[in-house]
Every structure is written in C-alpha cells, then in structure tokens.
C-alpha cells in the first residue's frame, strides 16, 4: 500500500510540475525596444498636471493644462512633440528626443536646447509587447537647482501615464514634480466578433 501512495504521489507531482505554466522568457534587448516604440508612437491627448513653482516651496498647489503629444520616430530614437493649452488664446510647444536602450537599461531625454539627461530604467525586461511599467531616476535639474528625480511610466494599449518625483538629495523623501496622463487621440479599431 506503501508502494502505491509513493508512486501515485510522485506521478501527481510529475503532473503537476509537467502543467506548471512555463516562465514567461525574455525578448532579446532589440525586440523589446521595437515593442516599446512600436507602443510609444501615435497621437495622444490628455492633460500635465503640475506642482506650481510660483507659489512657496512648501506649496502644494497644482495647476493643470490640456495637453496634447504626437510620437514619431527618429532614427533610432523616438520624437515628443507636445503642445499644451496655457490659457486664453496661448499654446506652448516643447520638443523632446527620447533614447530607449535596453541593453544598458538608459533612456535618455535631448530637449530642444540640447541639453541631454541620461536616466536608469528598471522594468525593461517585465514589458510584453511594449507594455508595462518602468522606474526611471536619475539626476536632474528641478527649477534650476540640482535633483534627483523619479519617473514611473506606465505604457497600456490605449494609455501613457507618467508620474516625476523629485528630491533635492538622497535623504530627502521625493516631492510630486508633475504628472502626464494620455490616451490615444484615435479609439482602436472594434474587435472582430
């Protein structure tokens, strides 16, 4: 009877390990980074909101724009056009080139001035299909001082959110900074049923 508890109990196992879902593997670095641009490009429509820096530093005033971005690529890089409504009969424009490597997890921020910010990333190997979540920090210059800065960038199918947080130094907590949130300017085309 022993015998037939052991050997039931080791093919349950055996079956058992044999249906366990098989890690999910990861895409080399040059796959991920088509995936992410290839979820990154289009035309988006959504709103900055931000800390106010006219007001005392300890202000947590926000203030809040309709926004609008258009990715294209660039070469290798990818091209952020935004354009923001700052009010009766005002609009702004910036410009940004965004390096993504994966291999050296970077992603790198050249504004129109051509000052470049290199930042680490962290998430790159959890996207699938150019979608997920990524951490990126590294210094910065934040109302024209010295920072460090955080950046939670969530990427969905229909979705681009990103959070800055910024800190004057490493034993300070991180201070909301501003916040993006998009969706895609088109809907999707409707499933096929």
């Given at each position: 009877?022993?015998k037939l508890?052991l050997?039931?109990?080791l093919?349950?196992a055996?079956t058992l390990?044999a249906q366990a879902?098989?890690?999910?593997?990861i895409?080399p670095?040059?796959?991920?980074?088509s995936d992410l641009?290839?979820?990154?490009?289009?035309?988006?429509?959504?709103?900055?909101?931000?800390?106010?820096?006219?007001e005392p530093?300890d202000?947590?005033?926000?203030v809040?724009l309709?926004t609008w971005?258009?990715i294209t690529?660039?070469?290798?890089?990818?091209?952020?056009?935004?354009?923001?409504?700052d009010g009766?009969?005002?609009?702004?424009d910036?410009?940004l080139?965004?390096g993504?490597?994966?291999?050296a997890?970077?992603?790198?921020?050249?504004?129109?001035h051509?000052?470049?910010?290199?930042?680490?990333?962290?998430?790159y190997?959890?996207l699938?299909?150019?979608r997920?979540d990524l951490?990126?920090?590294g210094?910065t210059i934040?109302?024209?001082?010295p920072?460090?800065?955080?950046?939670?960038?969530?990427?969905r199918r229909?979705?681009?959110?990103?959070?800055?947080?910024?800190?004057p130094?490493?034993?300070?907590?991180y201070v909301?900074r501003h916040?993006?949130?998009?969706?895609?300017?088109?809907s999707?085309?409707?499933?096929k049923h």
């Open positions: 009877m022993r508890l050997t039931a109990s093919l349950l055996a390990h879902p098989a890690p999910l593997a895409a670095p040059a796959q991920i980074e641009r290839d979820a990154l490009v289009g035309q988006w429509t959504g709103f900055l909101e931000y800390r106010d820096y006219s530093d202000s947590t005033k926000r809040q309709p971005l258009t690529p660039d070469g290798p890089n990818l091209k952020q056009y935004f354009l923001y409504d009766p009969n005002k609009t702004v910036e410009t080139n965004i993504l490597n994966v291999a997890s970077t992603y790198t921020i050249t504004n129109d051509g000052h470049v910010e290199t930042y680490r990333v962290t998430g190997d959890g699938h299909g150019g997920g951490i990126i920090t210094p934040d109302n024209g001082r920072a460090e800065t955080r950046i939670l960038l969530t990427i229909n979705l681009i959110a990103w959070t800055e947080e910024n800190r130094t490493a034993s300070t907590p909301f916040k993006y949130v998009f969706t895609r300017a088109q999707p085309a409707p499933p």
